[in-house]
């Protein structure tokens, strides 16, 4: 394709007009400071297209990658707070004011786009495809899936809300990714409807990852807040936030596709709680479905469904989760206290006197052991002298050198004058090749000068070929694959009858391709064929048509 004629809003072919006959842009439209000037390369290989979004840590770009040929998304880490732009308009300068919390953010949110790269092979998520430094700053790189937010689409559709059994299929794989995400450390802290996106192949995906800062009151950044969808405690730096937050997040925007309506905000409920589910919503509702969200939309995050799996768990209604819903919570907690249930044993005759004898017994031996203790430790006191606290002639403190360049401390005389440094290497999928993942002193501790400290440098992450499964027993591929250090995620293929049940139809990433060590691959395999295969179904029928209606034709 001829640069010259990419659209900048779209990265479709312009054909040498000034409109885009594909959106409309104009080719005279301007980008403003202190957004990236339109066509800015970026590592050699990505063109810089219009902003998509911003908040207080930075822009979303839509983006072209010039040696694949397709379009991508490129967020830029640029917090107008602590820093500027460069006359040139690209390279990010920061003040020395702020240059500790910058670089603090900076690392934050490089680290977060690096774990999310790791992750692999599940529908709701965006291929995070390249992280960069560069300018400055850091630039994260992603799959560009042609698609609406599920804000838009439900305004669109005509109705205005989701039948149950549409929004499971739609929901689940959601869950299945915040799971792995919570695994791995990341709570987004913005899931919302304008956050999750549903593309032309009729899958939802999570979007909108910044970094936790910015999605809470209190912070350096001005928070990103979603009415309706954010829970209480981010609001409020009293409480405690972690996964509960998440959890209460998906639920208001299952609420909202379910209902039809934004859920009541959450300082609103706090004050004087009317969230419910209209009667003629709530009858087409199963009411295991009904007990999850109210579970979930607890204001009190400590009365909220603890986690991931538990919720999954209550919308599938589970026999575990079916048993522990059976008093019915309510959507206001402090209305179902429930009395605490004390069992006391009954004393039986001869039960007394048997008890007394025991516990004289127990004082007896604590009494007789006390003293055995008081003897020995006299006995070591008088044989052993007390020794002297020992004192550093050269004292030096170890520093953190974690995430340091190992090639600058050894080139540095200063370092080596107060360690003799030595050095074994390992793979790491978070710490930068040739920097510091670990160290054999602890920082902070007081050394004699010229002790031997030994750093473990990191040699990069570790890839990994994925093995030629297709066709074995799904245990025996499992065991495999994580043998191999993936990390696998099982889903059911519908089957007609004519495969073997439980044994592998595919796996994605290919078989054979080479990947991060960590990495989780989707293992597809046949399922049973004691059901009827439905034709209605999310990749088309009338299923398709009646989720999409016009929009995308």
């Known amino acids: 394709m001829n640069i010259d004629n990419l659209c900048m809003n779209c990265m479709s072919d312009m054909n040498g007009e000034m409109q885009c006959p594909n959106c409309g842009y104009n080719l005279d439209s301007p980008q403003f400071s202190p957004d990236l000037p339109l066509k800015t390369i ?66 934050q949110f490089k680290d977060l786009w690096t774990n999310l790269a790791m992750i692999r092979g599940f529908s709701a998520h965006v291929p995070v495809l390249d992280v960069l430094e560069e300018n400055n700053t850091v630039y994260a ?13 439900l305004l669109r559709s005509k109705t205005g809300y989701l039948n149950w059994e549409k929004a499971n299929q739609l929901f689940m794989p959601v869950l299945t990714l915040l799971s792995t995400l919570h695994k ?95 009667a003629r919503y709530a009858e087409m509702i199963p009411a295991y479905v009904i007990n999850a969200l109210m579970n979930g939309l607890q204001i009190d995050p400590m009365e909220r469904t603890n986690d991931i799996e538990t919720l999954r768990d209550e919308l599938s209604a589970t026999p575990s989760s079916v048993i522990s819903s059976i008093s019915g919570v309510s959507i206001h907690p402090e209305e179902d206290k429930k009395p605490e249930v004390v069992y006391v044993e009954e004393d039986t005759p001869g039960s007394t006197a048997l008890k007394t004898f025991i516990i004289i017994l127990i004082v007896g031996l604590l009494a007789f052991g006390g003293w055995m203790a008081y003897e020995f430790i006299s006995d070591r006191m008088n044989e052993t002298p007390v020794e002297e606290p020992t004192t550093v002639s050269n004292p030096v403190e170890v520093p953190d050198f974690t995430n340091w360049p190992y090639k600058e401390i050894v ?52 890839y990994v070929a994925i093995p030629s499964v297709v066709g074995l027993a799904e245990d025996i591929a499992k065991a495999q694959l994580e043998g191999a250090g993936f990390v696998v995620v099982v889903e059911k293929k519908a089957n007609l009858g004519n495969n073997e049940a439980g044994t592998v139809a595919g796996i994605e990433p290919g078989e054979g391709t080479s ?39």
């Open 141 to 153: 790189i992603s799959e560009h899936v042609e698609s609406i937010s599920l804000r838009d689409f």
């Open 42 to 107: 970026i590592g050699n290989k990505y063109i810089i297209g219009c902003v998509i979004s911003s908040n207080s840590e930075g822009s979303l770009y839509m983006s072209y990658d010039i040696e694949r040929e397709i379009a991508v998304l490129v967020r830029e880490f640029y917090p107008e707070r602590f820093c500027e732009r460069h006359e040139d308009g690209v390279q990010v300068v920061v003040p020395e004011e702020f240059k500790d919390k910058y670089y603090a953010y900076l690392g």
């Open 411 to 462: 080139a540095n005389p200063v370092q080596n004058k107060r360690f003799t440094i030595k050095v074994t290497y390992d793979y790491s999928s978070t710490i930068q090749k040739d920097h510091i993942i670990s160290q054999s002193i602890t920082p902070g501790e007081i050394v004699e000068e010229g002790t031997e400290l030994t750093f473990v440098v990191s040699k990069g992450p570790e």
């Open 184 to 278: 791995r450390g990341i709570v987004h802290y913005g899931i919302s409807p304008e956050t999750l996106m549903i593309g032309r192949d009729g899958k939802l995906r999570l979007t909108g990852f910044s970094i936790s800062q910015c999605r809470f009151s209190g912070t350096d950044f001005n928070p990103e807040f979603f009415d309706g969808y954010t829970p209480i405690e981010q609001y409020d730096q009293a409480l405690d936030v972690g996964i509960r937050s998440d959890v209460y997040a998906f639920c208001a925007v299952l609420y909202r596709a379910l209902v039809g309506s934004v859920p009541q905000d959450a300082i609103a409920r706090s004050k004087n709680d009317q969230l419910i589910i209209p």
């Open 515 to 553: 990947h991060i060590k960590g990495t989780t691959v989707t293992l597809y395999v046949w399922d049973e064929t004691d059901f009827d295969f439905p034709t209605d179904n999310l990749l088309g029928g009338s299923f398709f048509e009646d989720l999409f209606g016009d929009y995308f034709r």
